[in-house]
């Protein structure tokens, strides 16, 4: 793989500014970004973040593709990326997911993640947590993707919520190895008040 892609999915959970800003970071990167949002996400967006509409956001990455389009080049294992981070995940993707119904495009790029061994990363918003969703969480899990809520590190004095969003994201792009120079890191450039007790 000459050029290295990530799919970005954005799906119907509370939380769409987690895959704004996961495009925003990857932006000025060398990195493909292939984006697909589920219509579920769509209409959260419209109540979360309503001073943008839906081509800007799509503007920030470089592939798009219709939640229905089971067609495209992401639904298949021949074509290659690092992985797929879906920024939120909702309860209604994660089952799906955990369960192999591939019945959009959102769902069926991540079950080609999993079958082809890539690392897919799901950033899932739900609060309280009842049995099914952590049993599909243990699924996923067990075959190889990493459930990653975004919790805010406190410890950075985090002064607005862009700083918490970014953190987040950040952190989860780390799991692709993939660096974001404005990530503090603990024991590196993070200079704190206080030791950890």
Known sequence: MAQQRIIIGISGATGFAYGIKALELLQPLDIETHLVISKAAQLTGSYEVPNLN???????????????????????GSFKTMGMLIAPCSMRSLAAIANGLADNLLTRAADVVLKERRRLVLMVREAPL????????QTVTLMGGIVFPPVPALYQHIETIDDMITHSVARALDLFDIDIPSLPRWGEDLHLHRKPV
């Open 54 to 76: 839906l081509a800007q956001i799509e503007a920030l990455a470089d592939k798009v593709y219709s939640v229905n389009n089971i067609g495209a080049a992401i639904a298949s």
């Open 130 to 137: 009842n049995l099914v969703h952590i049993k599909n969480m």
